[in-house]
Structure formats: structure tokens, C-alpha cells
């Protein structure tokens, strides 16, 4: 039993319901939560029927249900009105998604976690009770910060980002932090609130981070209750983005095999990424010689030697 019982929230559009599914069962494998929620379209849900079969505390909501008076299609009228354009609809409106599903979670703390992004190992989320884990990004985008001042005359209030593939939500934090987001305007919704406070030139682009927002907000409260992970002591995970660049988009359970044992806690496989079929193709076969190996229970030395030959393979197209 968690110390810190959780739920996890994803947000799943049409180009990850396919990668959503290996995620869920190794969600469910891995990280050990209360209930699994899934924010989508309610004309994907057939897609999971199969898969709640399995796992019955694995629930399904409609995305045009969760906000009140807020679904892609309002967001997408309010971004023609000050910009004639309404590309960026979908990935404001699934920011908007996750700051709301305090209200879909019945545990004190929500997981929101990428739909691509794969646990392949136990992960804590937790320094004590009351300190949540968060890890550490690189990002500095100017514009979510500018919004940030903007809408809570907060300044940027940790050297690294929030920006990551996931993030431990306090459920009753971030209903104050709408709550106060509301009192900003009578006139607005909390939604349109945030949406007014992004300047024109940012709006078209990216505006608003959901996760810096939360993140420097809480820290202005209480400066030690998110602790970013540390490289050099055991709150340290390693993860990948670059899944697809060697697997491809859906990768089979030998390659995530392979990327477990090379030490990771989770690796991400982005559809848009730039895929090369031939270099795919050869890790592929690397994943499978590597599975083969695994199955000898003899001649332990010469399995270690390859294993290790394998992995560095691998692990030199990750660092390059």
C-alpha cells in the first residue's frame, strides 16, 4: 500500500490512444496507483474496452465533461476570435484538462503523466509525506513565465522547470489555485482568465505551461514542499526521450526490455519524432538478439560480454 496513495490522470488525444495502451499496463505494473483516470474524446472510449476489462480501476471520462461551459470546440471559437487561427486548440485545452481533474480524483495528491511515456520501474513520487518529488526540466520559455506575472503577479520561482512528463498534483492546492485564477476576472472563466492573461504574439505559439504555472505557484507558498530530483543521491531517475528515434512509435515488450536494463525508470516515444526505418530496424534486431540471450541460462560470462556490447550500442545513439 502506498504511503502516499495517488491517482494518475492522462490526457489522451487521437495520435496516442495506440501508445496509451502499452503505457497503462506498465503504469499499472510499475507505479502502483489507486485508480488509472483517462481524459479523452468520448468517441475513443471503444478503444479501451479491452484493457478495462483487465484492470477495473482503470475509469474513462469525456473530455467536453470535466470544465463546465469549456470544451475544444469553445476554445477553438475564443482562439479565431483574437487570432484567426485555432491550431493550438487541443494542446491548451488538455493543459486546461489537467488543472480540472482535481475534481475526477478522490485521493489528497493526482499523478498527471504523459500518454507516451512508458514506466519501465518503480518510481517514488515522494520525499515525506508532505514533499512532493518533482523532476527537474532544462526548458526557460519567457512567454509562460511573462503569462505567469501576468495572472498572479508571481515571479519565476526555481532555476530549474517543471516542464517533464509528468507531475504529482496536490488535489486541494490546485483547486485554490483555480479558485484564485477565477477571482481575477467576474466576467471570464477561469479557462478565459488564463487565455486573456497570453499576450497576442505568445497565443499563436505557446503561451502557458499548466505545469510552471502549478509548480511556481506552489513554491510561492511554501518554498519546501516541491524538491527537485537530484543527480547525485537516490531521488535520481533516468529517463529518455528518444524512444521512437530508436524503436519507433510503438515499441514491442523486448525493446522496452532492453531500455529497463540499461537503468531506465521510463522512456518516452514521441509520434512526431524524426524516424530513420533502417536505424530503427537495426536496434530492433539488437532488442531481439538481446531477448535470445537473455533465455541462455549457461555460459553466464559470454551472455554478460554481449549483453554489455548490446546496451552500448544502444546507449551511444541516446548520448549523442
Not at 276 to 305: H, P, S, W
Request: glycine share 4%; aromatic share 10%; with cysteine.
Amino acid at each position: 500500500m502506498n504511503k502516499n496513495p495517488y491517482e494518475i490522470v492522462l490526457c489522451v488525444g487521437k495520435q496516442h490512444l495506440q501508445i496509451s495502451l502499452i503505457t497503462i499496463d506498465h503504469i499499472f505494473k510499475y507505479l502502483n496507483p489507486v485508480r488509472v483516470v483517462i481524459i479523452t474524446a468520448l468517441n475513443n472510449s471503444d478503444h479501451y474496452h479491452a484493457i478495462r476489462a483487465e484492470y477495473p480501476t482503470l475509469d474513462l471520462y469525456d473530455e467536453d465533461m470535466i470544465i463546465k461551459q469549456v470544451s475544444k470546440a469553445s476554445i477553438s471559437l475564443h482562439l479565431n476570435r483574437r487570432l484567426g487561427d485555432d491550431s493550438r486548440a487541443g494542446w491548451y485545452f488538455q493543459q486546461f484538462l489537467k488543472l480540472a481533474a482535481y475534481k475526477l480524483v478522490k485521493t489528497p495528491y493526482y499523478l498527471v503523466w504523459d500518454a507516451d511515456s512508458i514506466p519501465l520501474a518503480p518510481i517514488h513520487f515522494f520525499l515525506t509525506d508532505s514533499i512532493v518529488l518533482a523532476q527537474p526540466g532544462k526548458e526557460h520559455h519567457i512567454p509562460y513565465f511573462n503569462t505567469l506575472a501576468r495572472l498572479l503577479q508571481i515571479p519565476k520561482q526555481a532555476d530549474h522547470s517543471f516542464i517533464s512528463e509528468h507531475l504529482m498534483i496536490s488535489k486541494d492546492h490546485v483547486e485554490r489555485l483555480i479558485h484564485l485564477i477565477a477571482q481575477k476576472s467576474v466576467d471570464n472563466h477561469w479557462v478565459y482568465t488564463i487565455l486573456e492573461a497570453v499576450a497576442v504574439e505568445d497565443l499563436a505559439l505557446s503561451g502557458f505551461s499548466e505545469y510552471e504555472t502549478y509548480g511556481n505557484y506552489m513554491l510561492s507558498q511554501n518554498e519546501e514542499c516541491i524538491q527537485f530530483r537530484e543527480q547525485k543521491n537516490t531521488t535520481h531517475i533516468l529517463s529518455t526521450r528518444f524512444g521512437s528515434q530508436l524503436f519507433g512509435s510503438l515499441p514491442r515488450q523486448m525493446d522496452l526490455n532492453i531500455l529497463r536494463d540499461m537503468g531506465y525508470h521510463y522512456a518516452t516515444f514521441e509520434v512526431w519524432d524524426n524516424i530513420q526505418e533502417k536505424k530503427i530496424r537495426k536496434n530492433k534486431n539488437l532488442a531481439k538478439l538481446y531477448d535470445i540471450i537473455n533465455q541462455f541460462t549457461r555460459l553466464l560470462g559470454i551472455k554478460k560480454i554481449i549483453k554489455q556490447i548490446i546496451k552500448k550500442k544502444i546507449r551511444t545513439q541516446i548520448n549523442k
